[in-house]
């Protein structure tokens, strides 16, 4: 499904889309503004599911609608408390003069085949990840907490890294997303993921919330992609990501990466 994104005589289209992206159109609920950022806007519906309109240079996510353009010159006409209306019946979203018309468009699958990366070798001085003490103490009490099945002492771990530290998505979310992605390499039906982000999620931000649920289903950005297809400067890319998002969630990966893999290798 492709969607074209209109303001007056201009218009952006849609060239990629994911399920994520089609469902929370599909479902019709009542939404609204998130956030207005100058590359991207995010929009909220009343179940707290995100959807993430973006420019190509930022590459895909979980719950993202890539635009063919950047939003620049749009932005100054949207207002944060503009109405969002959605037409489930034509697949339409209306922002104030915007509006988003859907057809045919590439679907991009969000979930990476993570059990690739059992087979990989990754220097340890790279696997290694920089942590603050707390984050760091929390994180392992996680990893012991998953070694020995212990859930009452990994609800303790996860909900004290939940919401901790400041931004949309605080850096304990981010190790906590990192600590689901490596689940995934190793144990994709564990039951740690669920218990993971049903208690982690209810404590943080919505659009943390979002990246929570989605890293559950195993569902990452475009950078976690180039890291399982064995691009050579993947992790770099994913260092990048915001302050230090990237730094973050690639410490909790690490980390989780070595310790669960010889619970579930």
């Known amino acids: 499904m492709a969607y074209t994104l209109t303001y007056n005589r201009h218009t952006m289209k849609c060239i990629l889309v994911t399920p994520r992206a089609q469902s929370w159109i599909g479902n019709g609920r009542s939404a609204r503004i998130l956030h207005l950022f100058e590359k991207v806007i995010n929009l909220v519906d009343e179940d707290g599911d995100v959807l993430s309109l973006s420019p190509i240079d930022l590459g895909p996510g979980p719950f993202t609608m890539i635009m063919d353009q950047d939003f620049p010159h749009v932005i100054p006409h949207i207002g944060l408390h503009d109405v969002v209306n959605l037409n489930p019946t034509n697949h339409s979203i209306i922002i104030g003069a915007l509006h988003i018309e859907t057809g045919p468009a590439p679907v991009w699958e969000p979930r990476p085949q993570?059990?690739?990366?059992?087979?990989?070798?990754?220097?340890?001085?790279?696997?290694?990840?920089?942590?603050?003490?707390?984050?760091?103490?929390?994180?392992?009490?996680?990893?012991?907490?998953?070694?020995?099945?212990?859930?009452?002492?990994?609800?303790?771990?996860?909900?004290?890294?939940?919401?901790?530290?400041?931004?949309?998505?605080?850096?304990?979310?981010?190790?906590?997303?990192?600590?689901?992605?490596?689940?995934?390499?190793?144990?994709?039906?564990?039951?740690?993921?669920?218990?993971?982000?049903?208690?982690?999620?209810?404590?943080?931000?919505?659009?943390?919330?979002?990246?929570?649920?989605?890293?559950?289903?195993?569902e990452a950005t475009i950078h976690w992609h180039n890291l399982v297809a064995g691009k050579a400067d993947a992790v770099d890319e994913i260092l990048s990501i915001g302050h230090s998002s990237g730094n973050d969630a690639w410490a909790g990966f690490a980390a989780a990466f070595n310790s669960l893999g010889r619970k579930f290798s």
């Open 114 to 218: 993570w059990t690739l990366l059992r087979r990989s070798i990754i220097d340890s001085d790279i696997m290694a990840g920089s942590l603050p003490p707390a984050l760091e103490a929390y994180l392992q009490n996680l990893l012991t907490a998953v070694r020995s099945d212990d859930w009452a002492a990994g609800r303790m771990a996860a909900t004290a890294l939940a919401g901790l530290g400041k931004g949309l998505t605080p850096a304990g979310d981010d190790v906590l997303m990192g600590v689901l992605f490596a689940l995934w390499v190793w144990a994709p039906r564990s039951v740690w993921i669920d218990l993971i982000v049903d208690w982690a999620a209810p404590l943080t931000t919505t659009l943390s919330a979002a990246y929570l649920h989605a890293a559950a289903a195993g």
